[in-house]
Structures are given as C-alpha cells and as structure tokens.
Nanobody, 114 residues
Framework: QVQLVESGGGLVQPGGSLRLSCAASGFTFSNTLMSWYRQVPGKGREWVSTIDDSGGRLIYADSVKGRFTISRDNPKRTVYLQMNSLKPEDTAVYYC???????WGQGTQVTVSF
C-alpha cells in the first residue's frame, strides 16, 4: 500500500536549521511530483514547495523562498526539505504530498522557539 513517512522534525531555536525527509513506497515515486505543505492549528494546510519528477524544477512559497530547499533522491524514493534560518512563524506540522496520486504523509512537527 501507499506510504509516505516523514521524519526530521523537532524543536529548534530561531535561526537554526532542520532537514525533513519523506520516504515513499507503494507507488512509482520517480514519475511523481512531490510537495511539502504545513499546517498550524486552526488553519488550512499551506503549500510550501514542489519538485518535479526529475528534480530539475523547484518552486517555493514566497514565505520560504531563499531559506528552504527541496530535493529528491529517486533511487532512495525520498524527498527532502532543508530548512535554514528558521523563524517562529515556521512552526507547524509539515506534510509531504505525492501530487499525482494525492497521497499524504502523517506529518512531522517543527517547532521554532527559544
């Protein structure tokens, strides 16, 4: 069955970095656009970034542009989100999303605080 398993979340101080990973199984990962979203309590999910199937095209929300980097390793069936210069407003549950099949992971909590 389809699985998307995120990892790498945690507590980090403002200005710090985290690298999220999302391991995929159960579908043809190398043919699928992948995205990251985030959600805070009481709000809808916010799109963060998308990478195309080859990793050649990357797009970002303005709120994270220049600080976050999306990447993928197709042989490892994994998509990453490198988050630098983190701000308190980046605090959220981060989800990976397989665009073509509309599959969601379970999410990983990122908290940016002193």
């Amino acid at each position: 069955q389809v699985q998307l398993v995120e990892s790498g979340g945690g507590l980090v101080q403002p200005g710090g970095s985290l690298r999220l990973s999302c391991a995929a199984s159960g579908f043809t990962f190398s043919n699928t656009l992948m995205s990251w979203y985030r959600q805070v309590p009481g709000k809808g999910r916010e799109w963060v970034s998308t990478i195309d199937d080859s990793g050649g095209r990357l797009i970002y929300a303005d709120s994270v542009k220049g600080r976050f980097t999306i990447s993928r390793d197709n042989p490892k069936r994994t998509v990453y989100l490198q988050m630098n210069s983190l701000k308190p407003e980046d605090t959220a549950v981060y989800y990976c999303y397989a665009v073509d099949g509309a599959y969601w992971g379970q999410g990983t909590q990122v908290t940016v605080s002193f």
